[in-house]
Every structure is written in C-alpha cells, then in structure tokens.
C-alpha cells in the first residue's frame, strides 16, 4: 500500500476511534482490512465507468458531492437501518468522511468505508454484550404503560450511548415478552436470548472486506436507481441460478443453526433425497473433495462458505460428516458420500390446480384451471446451448395450458401474486401463449430511442376466458403481462395495484473487458430503459390497476416504487398499434355487483378483509405495548377468533385451516424445530386462499354474462376477434 494510503487509513481509524488493529489483523477471513485488494480496486473502477456511462446506464448521474452525502446516507442505512448501534456522534464522525467517498468509487480508495463497516463490527459486538448483561437484571416487569416502538426507520439516531441503551432494553424487555407469553419459564427465557444475541454478534463477527466492499458499493448503485445492484462473482453465480431453477450440488436446502450447518429441505429428485441417507434435521460437520479427500470440520463456518464447499459440477463426489437429527451433537459423525448432479428447484416452478365453481340452478358447473408462476424464470445458458430442456415460465405455462385443453377446462386464472419479475424475453414469450401475434412492451433506451418486443409467434396456446390475478407484490415483468392482457382486452384483470417498476436491466458481466479466465470482478444489474405498455402508458410508480379491485393490504405509501426517492416518475408514450380482443368496460359494473354480493355471504373472505384491516391498524401503530396483562388479553382475543372461525369452518362445511392453532411462540426461524417449522410452512401452502377462489368465481361470472346476453356479448367481444371459447 502506498504510503500515502497507509496514513490515511490511520487518519480515519483515529477519526472514528477504531482500532487500526481491528482493521488489520488477520483475524481469519472476517478482519476487515484497511484497505482494498487489487480485485476490488479494479471492480469499482469498472463500476463507476459503467454507471456514468449514458451508453450503459439509462438515467447515469454525476458523482458529485450531493451524491457523495447520498451514499454515505445509504451506506449508514445498509449497516444499521433500525437505528440500533450507531449513535449520532457516530453519525457526526462519518459525516467529514462524505468527500472521500467519491474516490473510494471513482479510484478504489475504500478506506473510508472499510472503517465505517469496521466501526459498525464493533458497535454491534459492543451492543450484544450489553443486551446480554440486560438478561441479568431485573428489568422485566410488565406492568406499566411503557412500548416498544419497533419501526425506527424515520427516527432520529440515538443521541449517546445512554440513549441507545434505553432503545435496547425496550427491544430486549419486548423479546423477554413473547417468550413469556408463549410460556416458557425465566430460565429458558435467557438461554434462549442469550444464545440469540449471542448468534447475532458471531454472525456480524463473521463479515469480512468482501461484505463490507459489496454493501458500499451498493450504497453507490443505489444512489443511481433503485433497482441497479452489484453482484460480487458468488453472488452473481446465485442470481443466475435463481434465474435457471437449477444448481449443480447435492440438491438440499440449508439453514443455519448456532454454529451449525442442518438440513432445511432435501430436494426432490437431487442426489441427496435419492440416496435415501439424509433426513430434515440432519448436522453437516464435515465436508471433503471427492471419496478420498480430506474432510474439513464447517462447525462455526458461515453458511455461504460451507455452500461453497459443497456444490461443485455434476458427476463429481463430495463427502459429508453428518450427525443424524435424533443424535447428540457429540454423537460420532456418518460419513456419506455423494456424486453431484443438476437439479432443478421445482419449487419456483410454475403449478396449476383447478378450482369448481357451482352452477347456479340448471347451469353446469365452471372449472376453472389456476396456473401459479412465482417468478418469469429462464437458464439463459441453456437456451444459448440450445438445450432443448432448459427451463423456462412460457414453456412451463405452456405445457400446464395444454393440460388444461385436454382436461376440458373451462377458463384459466394466471396468478402472478407477489411474482416480482424476472426475464423481460419471458414476459413477452408468455404473454404470446394468450394473444395472436403483437407489441408486448415498448423499451425507451436512455438516448430516448423506442424499440417494441413483439410476440411474432402465429397462433395461441390459450384462446378461452382468462383472468390474471396481481398484488402489491407483482412487479415489472408480472406488470408488463398483466397490462398488455389489459390494453388488449384479453382478459380480466384482478386483485390489488402492483408495485409500479417500470425499467429494464440488463446483467453486465465485468470479468468480460478484462478478459479474465476466471471470475474476479463480479457483475452489475444495471437499469439500461424504461418500458411502456402497448397502450403508451409506463407501470412505473403507478402499476396496473385491476379491472375488479380486491382490498388493500399494504399501502402504496410503505410498499412499492413509489415509496423510494429516487425512482422515475410516471410517464407514457405513443401507443402502438394492436388488436382489442375485447372491451370489458360495460361488463365491471355486473361483475362488481355479483363479486360484492357473493363476499358479503363468503366466510372465508370476510375473515380475510377483518384480518387485512387489523394488520393495517397495527401497523400503522408502529409500537407494540409492554404490558403482559394487554398483551395477554390481545393474544387470547386471537386465539379465541381462530377457533370460533375453525369452529364456523366445520358448521358450513369449509376446508379447515391446518394453522389454526398456530400462536406467537416468540422464536425466530432458525431457533425452531427445523422438521417442525418446514411442516409448518408445507401446511401454510394448504390454507384457503379467498382470493384465489373468488378471482375464480369471478371469471366464470363473465363467461356467464356472456353466454347469457348477445347484446352484452357483441359490446364486450366484437365479432371479427372474439375468440369462440370465451362465448359458447
């Protein structure tokens, strides 16, 4: 390091009062060095270059000194957005290091940040001790009308350690609370938070240069869009394998537990499910390199390392230490042996189910088929290869449409809820099953030249009744489906306004200027345009708004695009041309009629709405109180209301809710029964969904009006597109 460098690591250390030591020594791989390495020096060059670039980033922005405040602002935010370890005399030491932050992106002078995520290490280790040292004393008494007021976001940052201790023993008192609450005893109490802040402080222990350089970096990317990110190269090969719904490994799921690696989920088809050796529960200790190699002991290891360890290419072998579920941790380890595959994670896969709707009087009954995609999926890789099995929404959709023809359904619902996005080529694709050729999405690039993604395919795969239920949740490519299914007059669209993004990005390799051979720099998602319906208008900020409107369960004002500061604003284009399939403005107001009608008498959706509007009431509060007696009444209340509904449930002859007996048990995740908490989630899966039900019930509400009214039929279908299965 340059000599230069050198003091002014030292400068800033001593300005924030951490230790160069802490900084330097080589404390494993979680020291966080004084300075960058080469790699990471060259990576933010490469960063800065791409992101001030207008010919790469759609909106580039000057790295000025507002900017310079503006990471550091997100930087802040990234370590401590609870406002729980730093103070604002800490926040005043940062604030003379905003200027250099520039070079730190521009040059790779990270220096600055390095000692502010080193602070931040030593905050949290120093905020454990004292939340450990609160389990001894005896601070719980409940009694009072003091709260807890657990959204911190828009508070100011405490102003001394005092003021911070006084935030700490609310969050501690309120922790304390829950468990007493679900019945566990004073003892248990404490060893139960003790090891959990005890996990926390190991956890932060274990973050190394490598954390603190992406989490800066991203307070930069950020500071340009929302939705521009740096991958470092794991994180890149992550991302990539979520877009692929498939990894190469020995196909489980794994969580962390205290210090251990344990078994979350064996997934089905995988090398670790087929050899019929390994149960949910079960202890990774040990990991090797093929049957001969030595095994190295993971206990303590941070998840994503020990991952690391274990995936590897297909038909290699890798070996395991294992403690069974049911054995002590002193228990001698099993050593297993496995060969590697390719397995495909189902679970985002999309699904179908087919919900019956009665016929009123002499009418048939309507099956109507549902087609679940929670993400637009696609093995870019494969599909270069020509890999004529690679994964892919549109072909997964196809295939269930297929199924659907062939089972003689009536209508399709393609639920999209909480899908928030993926490939913009499967978007199109997979708005292609549904229309006969024509503009999807038009794509603004920054130098304001318009380019229209088109489905050029002939023919449809679904040509019937069709529905597409959104939430909140629905974002971009799920935005750009459901409202080109609306400008055309395709289908129905139903549920909640969706989150409102509106840009492309696109993932730029940065290994591919230097021309490495191996993974060094990582990638950048960067945002390259913005995209317009065929109807001109953009979803950014404002979304798509549903034909038929479902309740409210998160306010645009706490979710959403609209809810970040630096997002584009809404704005629209010239439409292009494209068919009207139909236009089912005369029909809203029948369909409304009967929806709100059939709710009023639908149990199941009421309960769902009464719980929709507590959730926003409490939230709202942004506090919870601290007296057991309130806490206690509130919590009976809840219980008393799910076995009354479970109860009502068996009078009318409804599905029973298999959580209805599921209460606060004040545990985190990962302090769980592991086996039990995946039951859990499995049973979740199987609850009644309302919304699903009626956004059924809905369609076949229209294919009613419609067979049943010839003048309403030729306004809402004209004859020369009306295609014939929506009007029998």
Same mark, same amino acid.
């Given at each position: 390091?340059?000599?230069?460098?050198?003091?002014?690591?030292?400068?800033?250390?001593?300005?924030?009062?951490?230790?160069?030591?802490?900084?330097?020594?080589?404390?494993?791989?979680?020291?966080?060095?004084?300075?960058?390495?080469?790699?990471?020096?060259?990576?933010?060059?490469?960063?800065?270059?791409?992101?001030?670039?207008?010919? #790469?980033?759609?909106?580039?922005?000057?790295?000025?000194?507002?900017?310079?405040?503006?990471?550091?602002?997100?930087?802040?935010?990234?370590?401590?957005?609870?406002?729980?370890?730093?103070?604002?005399?800490?926040?005043?030491?940062?604030?003379?290091?905003?200027?250099?932050?520039?070079?730190?992106?521009?040059?790779?002078?990270?220096?600055?940040?390095?000692?502010?995520?080193?602070? #931040?290490?030593?905050?949290?280790?120093?905020?454990?001790?004292?939340?450990?040292?609160?389990?001894?004393?005896?601070? $719980?008494?409940?009694?009072?009308?003091?709260?807890?007021?657990?959204?911190?976001?828009?508070?100011?940052?405490?102003?001394?350690?005092?003021?911070?201790?006084?935030?700490?023993?609310?969050?501690?008192? /309120? +922790?304390?609370?829950?468990?007493?609450?679900?019945? %566990?005893?004073?003892?248990?109490?404490?060893?139960?938070?003790?090891?959990?802040?005890?996990?926390?402080?190991?956890?932060?222990?274990?973050?190394?240069?490598?954390?603190?350089?992406?989490?800066?970096?991203?307070?930069?990317?950020?500071?340009?869009?929302?939705?521009?990110?740096?991958?470092?190269?794991?994180?890149?090969?992550?991302?990539?394998?979520?877009?692929?719904?498939?990894?190469?490994?020995?196909?489980?799921?794994?969580?962390?537990? *205290?210090?251990?690696?344990?078994?979350?989920?064996?997934?089905?088809?995988?090398?670790?499910?087929?050899?019929?050796?390994?149960?949910?529960?079960?202890?990774?200790?040990?990991?090797?390199?093929?049957? *001969?190699?030595?095994?190295?002991?993971?206990?303590?290891?941070?998840?994503?390392?020990?991952?690391?360890?274990?995936?590897?290419?297909?038909?290699?072998?890798?070996?395991?230490?294992?403690?069974?579920?049911?054995?002590?941790?002193?228990?001698?380890?099993?050593?297993?042996?496995?060969?590697?595959?390719?397995?495909?994670?189902?679970?985002?896969?999309?699904?179908?189910?087919?919900?019956?709707?009665?016929?009123? !009087?002499?009418?048939?009954?309507?099956?109507?088929?549902?087609?679940?995609?929670?993400?637009?999926?696609?093995?870019?890789?494969?599909?270069?290869?020509?890999?004529?099995?690679?994964?892919?929404?549109?072909?997964?959709?196809?295939?269930?449409?297929?199924?659907?023809?062939?089972?003689?359904?009536?209508?399709?619902?393609?639920?999209?809820?909480? /899908?928030?996005?993926?490939?913009?080529?499967?978007?199109?694709?997979?708005?292609?099953?549904?229309?006969?050729?024509?503009?999807?999405?038009?794509?603004?690039?920054?130098?304001?030249?318009?380019?229209?993604?088109?489905?050029?395919?002939?023919?449809?795969?679904?040509?019937?009744?069709?529905?597409?239920?959104?939430?909140?949740?629905?974002?971009?490519?799920?935005?750009?489906?459901? !409202?080109?299914?609306?400008?055309?007059?395709?289908?129905?669209?139903?549920?909640?306004?969706?989150?409102?993004?509106?840009?492309?990005?696109?993932?730029?390799?940065?290994?591919?200027?230097?021309?490495?051979?191996?993974?060094?720099?990582?990638?950048?998602?960067?945002?390259?345009?913005?995209?317009?319906?065929?109807?001109?208008?953009?979803?950014?900020?404002?979304?798509?708004?549903?034909?038929?409107?479902?309740?409210?369960?998160?306010?645009?004002?706490?979710?959403?695009?609209?809810?970040?500061?630096?997002?584009?604003?809404?704005?629209?284009?010239?439409?292009?041309?494209?068919?009207?399939?139909?236009?089912?403005?005369?029909?809203?107001?029948?369909?409304?009629?009967?929806?709100?009608?059939?709710?009023?008498?639908?149990?199941?959706?009421?309960?769902?709405?009464?719980?929709?509007?507590? $959730?926003?009431?409490?939230?709202?509060?942004?506090?919870?109180?601290?007296?057991?007696?309130?806490?206690?009444?509130? %919590?009976?209340?809840?219980?008393?209301?799910?076995?009354?509904?479970?109860?009502?449930? %068996?009078?009318?002859?409804?599905?029973?809710?298999?959580?209805?007996?599921?209460?606060?048990?004040?545990? $985190?995740?990962?302090?769980?029964?592991?086996?039990?908490?995946?039951?859990?989630?499995?049973?979740?899966?199987?609850?009644?969904?309302?919304?699903?039900?009626?956004?059924?019930?809905?369609?076949?509400?229209?294919?009613?009006?419609?067979?049943? +009214?010839?003048?309403?039929?030729?306004?809402?279908?004209?004859?020369?597109?009306?295609?014939?299965?929506?009007?029998?």
């Amino acid at each position: 390091m340059k000599a230069s460098r050198l003091i002014s690591a030292a400068l800033i250390a001593v300005a924030l009062s951490v230790p160069l030591a802490l900084m330097a020594r080589a404390d494993g791989e979680s020291a966080i060095p004084a300075s960058p390495s080469v790699d990471q020096v060259r990576t933010a060059q490469l960063v800065h270059g791409l992101l001030s670039d207008s010919r #790469y980033a759609y909106r580039p922005r000057p790295l000025d000194a507002e900017m310079e405040r503006d990471i550091g602002r997100r930087y802040l935010e990234a370590l401590d957005s609870g406002k729980m370890f730093f103070t604002a005399a800490d926040v005043a030491r940062f604030e003379p290091l905003a200027p250099e932050l520039g070079m730190a992106v521009r040059k790779g002078h990270l220096e600055p940040a390095f000692a502010i995520f080193a602070l #931040y290490k030593e905050r949290v280790a120093e905020r454990v001790e004292h939340a450990r040292g609160l389990l001894k004393q005896d601070i $719980f008494d409940f009694t009072g009308d003091d709260r807890w007021e657990y959204d911190r976001k828009d508070a100011p940052w405490p102003a001394d350690k005092a003021a911070l201790d006084a935030v700490w023993r609310q969050s501690v008192r /309120n +922790d304390w609370l829950r468990l007493q609450l679900a019945g %566990r005893e004073p003892a248990q109490i404490r060893e139960t938070l003790d090891r959990r802040y005890r996990n926390l402080a190991n956890n932060v222990a274990q973050l190394n240069g490598e954390d603190a350089f992406q989490s800066f970096l991203n307070a930069y990317t950020a500071s340009i869009d929302p939705h521009t990110d740096y991958f470092n190269p794991r994180s890149t090969e992550l991302f990539n394998q979520s877009m692929s719904l498939s990894l190469e490994g020995i196909g489980a799921q794994l969580q962390r537990q *205290d210090d251990v690696i344990v078994i979350r989920e064996l997934i089905a088809g995988g090398p670790a499910a087929l050899s019929g050796k390994f149960r949910v529960g079960d202890r990774i200790v040990g990991v090797g390199q093929g049957a *001969d190699g030595a095994v190295e002991d993971v206990v303590g290891w941070r998840i994503d390392d020990v991952v690391e360890k274990i995936k590897g290419p297909k038909d290699t072998q890798v070996k395991l230490e294992v403690i069974p579920a049911e054995a002590g941790m002193d228990s001698e380890p099993v050593q297993i042996v496995l060969t590697r595959a390719r397995v495909r994670l189902e679970e985002q896969a999309a699904k179908s189910e087919v919900i019956e709707i009665p016929g009123s !009087g002499d009418a048939a009954d309507t099956r109507v088929g549902v087609i679940k995609l929670p993400a637009f999926y696609q093995d870019f890789q494969g599909r270069r290869n020509r890999d004529g099995d690679y994964a892919s929404a549109t072909r997964d959709v196809a295939r269930l449409l297929e199924e659907f023809k062939a089972d003689g359904i009536d209508g399709v619902v393609l639920d999209l809820r909480n /899908n928030g996005g993926g490939s913009l080529n499967e978007a199109v694709e997979l708005t292609g099953l549904f229309i006969d050729t024509g503009p999807v999405v038009q794509v603004r690039e920054s130098g304001g030249r318009v380019s229209v993604e088109a489905d050029r395919n002939p023919g449809v795969a679904w040509e019937g009744p069709l529905a597409v239920l959104i939430n909140r949740g629905s974002a971009s490519a799920s935005e750009i489906v459901a !409202g080109a299914i609306q400008d055309y007059g395709r289908g129905l669209v139903i549920g909640e306004t969706t989150f409102g993004k509106g840009t492309v990005q696109n993932l730029v390799d940065l290994d591919r200027w230097p021309g490495n051979e191996q993974q060094r720099f990582g990638s950048v998602k960067l945002t390259v345009a913005q995209f317009f319906l065929p109807g001109g208008s953009s979803t950014q900020n404002r979304g798509v708004v549903p034909d038929v409107m479902f309740p409210v369960t998160v306010d645009a004002s706490e979710f959403g695009e609209s809810t970040n500061d630096n997002a584009l604003p809404w704005t629209r284009i010239a439409a292009v041309p494209h068919t009207r399939y139909g236009d089912f403005a005369t029909l809203l107001p029948r369909l409304n009629v009967l929806h709100e009608a059939r709710i009023d008498e639908d149990a199941e959706f009421s309960w769902w709405v009464e719980d929709v509007e507590e $959730f926003r009431a409490e939230r709202a509060k942004k506090y919870v109180v601290l007296n057991e007696a309130e806490r206690r009444a509130e %919590r009976d209340r809840q219980e008393q209301k799910r076995r009354d509904r479970q109860a009502q449930r %068996r009078e009318l002859g409804l599905p029973l809710d298999p959580l209805a007996e599921d209460t606060d048990d004040g545990l $985190f995740a990962n302090e769980r029964d592991i086996a039990l908490d995946t039951a859990r989630e499995k049973a979740a899966e199987e609850r009644p969904d309302p919304l699903l039900q009626e956004s059924a019930a809905i369609l076949a509400d229209a294919m009613h009006l419609l067979n049943s +009214d010839h003048h309403l039929q030729a306004q809402v279908l004209p004859e020369s597109t009306r295609p014939n299965s929506w009007a029998r």
